[in-house]
C-alpha cells in the first residue's frame, strides 16, 4: 500500500505562483511515476504533468512554458505553477503509479483558487 499526500494549494490572484507538494510513503518503490492531475467543477479530471524515475516530463499544453514539475528524490515531487490564469481554478490530485505495482495510488486532492 502507498500512501500519497498532497499540499500547497490555495487562493492566488490571476498572474500568481503557487508550488504543490506530493510526498509517497508506505511500499514504495523507487522506479516510479508521478502525476498531477486536475479536475475542475463539471469536468472532466485531466492530466497535468507528469515526471518518471530519471526526471522524464509530460506536460499538458494548457500548461507548458508555465508550470514545472520536478523531483526532489524518489517519493517527493513538486509542481511549480507561474503566471496562474482563472482557468487553472480545480482541484489537483497526485497519481503514485510503478510498473511493479498493481495499481496506482492516488491522494485526496488539494485546491487551488484562482480568483481575483
Known amino acids: 500500500q502507498v500512501h500519497v499526500v498532497e499540499s500547497g494549494g490555495g487562493l492566488v490572484q490571476p498572474g500568481g505562483s503557487l508550488r504543490l507538494s506530493c510526498a509517497a510513503s508506505?511500499?514504495?518503490?523507487?522506479?516510479?511515476?508521478m502525476t498531477w492531475y486536475r479536475q475542475a467543477p463539471g469536468k472532466e479530471r485531466e492530466l497535468v504533468a507528469s515526471i518518471g524515475s530519471v526526471g522524464s516530463t509530460t506536460y499538458a499544453d494548457a500548461v507548458k512554458g508555465r508550470f514545472t514539475i520536478s523531483r526532489e528524490n524518489a517519493n517527493r515531487v513538486y509542481l511549480q505553477m507561474n503566471s496562474l490564469k482563472f482557468e487553472d481554478t480545480a482541484v489537483y490530485y497526485c497519481k503514485y503509479g510503478a510498473p511493479r505495482l498493481l495499481r496506482d495510488f492516488w491522494g485526496q486532492g488539494t485546491q487551488v483558487t484562482v480568483s481575483s
Open positions: 508506505g511500499s514504495t518503490i523507487s522506479i516510479n511515476v
